[in-house]
């Protein structure tokens, strides 16, 4: 753990609660004070008509002023309440990721593929997962870009190069990143939000439509003015301003049934409204110096302005259409304003006017989250360092290399350089750390091949596709047998070598055959991906497949996990080494668990 990263975060979480706390005393003597105004409002137009005192009727007037002020201030410590809230969250899962703990976080099990080229063996999904401890992202978009990426693999040198320069930017700011994530905390993001509001905007709106509407807001409110003060100057009879109340009331109930219905499409939205206005307010406001980020802020410019001005329209919008529910309400805003066609042509205004950006827009904010997530990781792990890619198919050569979910108090790293060689056979005795070094691999290249620092020293490779198989498995369902079901896997996998420069982890292949069967044919196997333009390593107990670096003395070397026995007990360095691996350990396992007699 980082020291000095928990300490800035325990002491932002300290002022944080202060502030809260604060805000909370204040938001609690506002409520007592508006129940007091609206008393003494009470008690004085009481008083008024019992006694017509005027200065009490002022006095009155001046509560009930008072109290409506309280009420806008109330809504405003709400907000502030409710941001330090989503603050204290930020540095309480960024305190719990220091240890280690994100199991309270989503493990995007929703994007767990069984039958992709890799994710499915290298934890990147479910409980414990990369997905789980890297992902920062608030909106569901960004969620499923950080779910993309894992599953990507690859990129080219340049790409990574622009994405790694935008992480160390973001690193580096730490003040803005906890604010951009606390903006994205404000509400909850469900499934569909993103694609409803969408679908939302994409569907037209006709209501008040025409010049005859437009010319109507103009005329209709100004005219409702003058009859209202004629009525008080008795040069109108009150009948006759009731009787003209109708006009207003049907020209803005002609298509009031089609402004509810666009109304309860969004009326729900505010507070996703509210957190997207801040997330990207916060992209809009700052300037970037890597490219990435900063190609990707110039497409939240609209046709009338940028993305954060569009979404607090849209939001005074929603504000507006909320203010007309009750009927009364409805019936004043009408008569004097024209609320329902102010509104609606506002509304058709707007939505013709974003349908073409509001996608973009939430493409961006999950560009960000995406390079945010990574930023807040190199953050939290300083140790953590960037990787070189290069073209040059020469592989990988990492060096100090661990995995980035084990904590590094525990962590054993190991080297592993690519020197001219094809294939790695390893080997080693069980639990000697055989599949936690392959998994070690494989989840760095898929790091790395998103512009995130990975879990070693150095890691200088050649960006590629990734294959693995770890963890076929038979399904009842389908009528497999485990056999087969590995069959299919090694299948895929040759198929996805039609395409060249493919990186190879395997783990004990045709483990559903006998012995001898099962090392003819993966030493087969292993010469069949010889042939082509592919480059892996393969674990195996089955130590003839060692045999293979005698034949392709240039193009195979073989390397081991060793372990070590006492009188009692066994131990494990969990080293990397060269060469063919000495000693097993199955029978000295189920002797000590009594499995099967000691033998002499």
């Given at each position: 753990?980082?020291?000095s990263?928990?300490?800035?975060y325990?002491?932002?979480l300290?002022?944080?609660?202060?502030e809260?706390?604060?805000?909370?005393?204040?938001a609690?003597?506002?409520r007592w004070?508006r129940i007091?105004?609206?008393?003494?409002?009470?008690v004085g137009v009481?008083?008024?008509f019992s006694q017509?005192?005027?200065?009490?009727?002022?006095?009155?007037?001046?509560?009930?002023a008072?109290?409506?002020?309280l009420?806008r201030?109330?809504?405003?410590?709400?907000?502030?309440?409710?941001r330090?809230?989503a603050?204290?969250k930020?540095?309480e899962?960024?305190?719990?990721?220091?240890?280690?703990?994100?199991?309270?976080?989503p493990?995007?099990k929703?994007f767990?593929?069984?039958?992709?080229?890799?994710?499915?063996?290298?934890?990147?999904f479910?409980?414990?997962s990369?997905y789980?401890?890297?992902n920062?992202?608030?909106?569901?978009q960004?969620?499923?870009?950080l779910?993309?990426?894992?599953?990507?693999g690859h990129?080219?040198p340049?790409e990574?190069?622009a994405?790694?320069k935008?992480?160390?930017e973001?690193?580096q700011?730490?003040?803005?990143?906890?604010?951009?994530m606390?903006?994205g905390?404000?509400?909850?993001?469900?499934?569909e939000?993103?694609a409803k509001?969408?679908?939302?905007?994409?569907?037209?709106?006709?209501?008040y439509?025409?010049?005859?509407?437009s010319?109507?807001?103009?005329?209709l409110p100004?005219?409702?003015?003058c009859?209202?003060?004629?009525?008080?100057l008795?040069?109108?009879?009150?009948?006759?301003f009731?009787?003209?109340?109708l006009?207003?009331s049907?020209?803005?109930?002609s298509?009031?049934?089609l402004?509810?219905?666009e109304?309860?499409h969004?009326?729900?939205?505010?507070?996703s409204?509210?957190k997207?206005?801040?997330l990207?307010?916060m992209?809009?406001?700052r300037?970037f110096?890597?490219e990435?980020?900063s190609?990707?802020q110039?497409k939240?410019?609209?046709?009338?302005?940028?993305a954060?001005?569009s979404?607090?329209?849209?939001?005074?919008?929603?504000?507006?259409?909320?203010?007309?529910?009750?009927a009364?309400?409805?019936?004043?805003?009408?008569?004097?304003?024209?609320?329902?066609v102010?509104?609606?042509?506002?509304?058709?205004k707007?939505k013709?006017?974003n349908?073409?950006?509001?996608?973009q827009?939430?493409e961006v904010i999950?560009?960000f989250?995406?390079?945010?997530s990574?930023?807040?990781?190199?953050?939290n792990?300083?140790?953590?360092?960037?990787?070189?890619?290069?073209?040059?198919?020469?592989?990988?050569?990492?060096r100090t290399?661990?995995?980035?979910?084990?904590?590094p108090k525990?962590?054993?790293?190991?080297?592993?350089?690519?020197?001219?060689e094809?294939?790695?056979?390893?080997?080693g005795?069980?639990?000697?750390?055989k599949?936690?070094f392959?998994?070690?691999?494989?989840?760095?290249?898929v790091?790395?091949?998103?512009?995130?620092?990975?879990?070693?020293?150095?890691?200088?490779?050649?960006?590629?596709?990734?294959?693995?198989?770890?963890?076929?498995?038979?399904?009842l369902?389908?009528h497999?047998s485990?056999?087969?079901?590995?069959?299919?896997r090694?299948k895929?996998?040759?198929?996805e070598?039609e395409?060249g420069?493919?990186?190879?982890?395997?783990d004990?292949?045709l483990?559903g055959?006998?012995?001898?069967d099962?090392?003819?044919?993966?030493k087969?196997?292993?010469?069949?991906?010889?042939?082509?333009d592919?480059?892996g390593i393969?674990a195996?107990?089955?130590?003839s497949?060692?045999?293979?670096?005698?034949?392709?003395?240039?193009?195979?070397?073989?390397?081991?996990?060793?372990?070590?026995?006492?009188e009692?007990?066994?131990?494990?360095?969990y080293?990397?080494r060269?060469g063919?691996?000495k000693n097993?350990?199955?029978?000295?396992?189920?002797?000590?668990?009594?499995?099967?007699?000691?033998?002499?």
């Amino acid at each position: 753990m980082s020291t000095s990263r928990q300490t800035h975060y325990l002491d932002r979480l300290k002022e944080t609660n202060i502030e809260l706390e604060l805000l909370e005393k204040q938001a609690a003597q506002i409520r007592w004070s508006r129940i007091s105004l609206f008393i003494l409002f009470g008690v004085g137009v009481w008083q008024y008509f019992s006694q017509e005192t005027q200065w009490i009727l002022y006095a009155s007037l001046t509560f009930l002023a008072v109290f409506f002020f309280l009420i806008r201030l109330s809504s405003q410590k709400a907000k502030k309440i409710r941001r330090c809230m989503a603050s204290v969250k930020v540095f309480e899962r960024e305190l719990k990721a220091l240890k280690f703990d994100m199991s309270s976080e989503p493990s995007g099990k929703e994007f767990h593929d069984p039958n992709h080229a890799f994710s499915a063996d290298l934890d990147l999904f479910g409980e414990r997962s990369i997905y789980q401890y890297l992902n920062r992202s608030a909106s569901i978009q960004g969620k499923r870009l950080l779910a993309h990426e894992l599953k990507l693999g690859h990129r080219t040198p340049d790409e990574i190069e622009a994405r790694q320069k935008a992480v160390i930017e973001l690193s580096q700011i730490e003040v803005w990143r906890e604010e951009f994530m606390t903006s994205g905390m404000l509400s909850e993001s469900h499934e569909e939000e993103e694609a409803k509001l969408e679908t939302w905007v994409e569907s037209p709106f006709t209501g008040y439509s025409g010049i005859f509407y437009s010319t109507m807001l103009k005329v209709l409110p100004l005219v409702s003015l003058c009859c209202l003060v004629l009525v008080f100057l008795d040069r109108m009879p009150f009948n006759w301003f009731l009787l003209y109340i109708l006009l207003p009331s049907l020209v803005a109930g002609s298509s009031a049934k089609l402004l509810n219905e666009e109304a309860s499409h969004i009326s729900g939205s505010k507070e996703s409204l509210e957190k997207y206005s801040g997330l990207l307010q916060m992209i809009e406001s700052r300037p970037f110096t890597s490219e990435f980020l900063s190609e990707s802020q110039r497409k939240l410019v609209g046709p009338t302005g940028t993305a954060q001005e569009s979404f607090r329209e849209l939001m005074r919008i929603v504000e507006g259409l909320d203010n007309r529910l009750n009927a009364v309400g409805w019936l004043m805003l009408n008569v004097f304003l024209l609320w329902d066609v102010r509104y609606g042509i506002r509304l058709r205004k707007w939505k013709e006017e974003n349908k073409k950006v509001l996608s973009q827009w939430f493409e961006v904010i999950a560009e960000f989250e995406l390079i945010n997530s990574m930023a807040t990781m190199t953050y939290n792990r300083p140790k953590l360092n960037f990787p070189k890619a290069n073209d040059d198919n020469t592989g990988v050569k990492a060096r100090t290399m661990g995995h980035l979910l084990l904590n590094p108090k525990e962590r054993v790293d190991n080297d592993f350089i690519v020197d001219g060689e094809r294939f790695f056979i390893l080997t080693g005795a069980n639990m000697a750390g055989k599949s936690t070094f392959l998994r070690a691999l494989g989840t760095n290249w898929v790091l790395a091949s998103m512009g995130s620092p990975v879990c070693a020293e150095s890691f200088d490779w050649t960006p590629s596709p990734l294959f693995s198989s770890m963890r076929t498995s038979d399904s009842l369902a389908d009528h497999e047998s485990y056999f087969f079901a590995e069959l299919k896997r090694l299948k895929f996998l040759i198929d996805e070598t039609e395409k060249g420069n493919l990186f190879i982890i395997l783990d004990e292949i045709l483990k559903g055959t006998n012995s001898e069967d099962k090392a003819r044919g993966s030493k087969l196997f292993v010469e069949k991906l010889l042939e082509r333009d592919v480059k892996g390593i393969i674990a195996t107990h089955d130590l003839s497949l060692c045999t293979l670096s005698e034949e392709y003395p240039k193009a195979v070397r073989n390397l081991s996990f060793e372990v070590e026995f006492t009188e009692d007990d066994l131990s494990f360095d969990y080293k990397l080494r060269e060469g063919v691996c000495k000693n097993m350990n199955a029978s000295f396992l189920l002797e000590k668990m009594g499995l099967i007699n000691k033998s002499s």
